[in-house]
Each structure stands twice: as C-alpha cells, then as structure tokens.
Nanobody
Framework: QVQLVESGGGLVQAGGSLRLSCAAS????????MGWFRQAPGKERELVAA????????TYGDSVNGRFTISRDIAKNTISLQMNTLKPEDTAVYYC?????????????????WGQGTQVTVSS
C-alpha cells in the first residue's frame, strides 16, 4: 500500500500562485504515473495534471493548461503542482494520485491510490 500526503493548499487571491506537493511512501511503485485531480462542491472529480514516471509525458486539463505546471522528483518520490494566475473557479479540494494508467490520451484511475486531499480556495 502506498501512502500519499499532500501539502501546500490554502487561501489565495485571484491572480496569485500556490505550489502543491505530494510525498509518496510505503510500497515502491516503479514506472507509476502520478497526477493531481480536483473536486469542487457539487461537481465531479476532474483531472488537473498528470505526469508519467519518466516525466516525458504530461497531461493537463483544458481549464488549467498554460497556468499550471506538474513536475516530479523520482529520487524523492514526490510530485509538485505549480499553480499560477489562479482563478476563483480553481477553488476545490486537490487530490494526489499514484498508479495512473495510460488510457489513450488520458489517464485511468481504476488502480489509483489517493491522498487525503488539500483545500485550495481562491478569493475574487
């Protein structure tokens, strides 16, 4: 079992920036893609960004493309999400996920492990 712990959430004004981090521990998962998802009240969980184990493949949700950047440090078993030019509609609980499976141009979460989530609130 892999454990994922997110950090870096908080309250920020529109136009500001935040950086989320996710530290993985426990069972080793080689060649595992990881990513960030978010869920706002009353909405379904959606992909924010994902990154392959090598870091070569990155995928972004349409609403964050160009504003958010995902990165990973394999040696430290961590991924990060740099979020710039934040908007009120980015307000959500952000979840880290590991063991994503490539599904065409997107990612499947059917075998994923999840963190507990971190709240991001963007005020207008």
């Amino acid at each position: 079992q892999v454990q994922l712990v997110e950090s870096g959430g908080g309250l920020v004004q529109a136009g500001g920036s935040l950086r989320l981090s996710c530290a993985a521990s426990g069972r080793t998962f080689t060649n595992s893609a990881m990513g960030w998802f978010r869920q706002a009240p009353g909405k379904e969980r959606e992909l924010v960004a994902a990154i392959s184990w090598s870091g070569v493949i990155t995928t972004y949700g349409d609403s964050v493309n160009g504003r958010f950047t995902i990165s990973r440090d394999i040696a430290k078993n961590t991924i990060s999400l740099q979020m710039n030019t934040l908007k009120p509609e980015d307000t959500a609980v952000y979840y880290c996920a590991a063991n994503l499976l490539r599904a065409g141009a997107s990612w499947s979460t059917k075998s994923a492990s999840w963190g507990q989530g971190t709240q991001v609130t963007v005020s207008s």
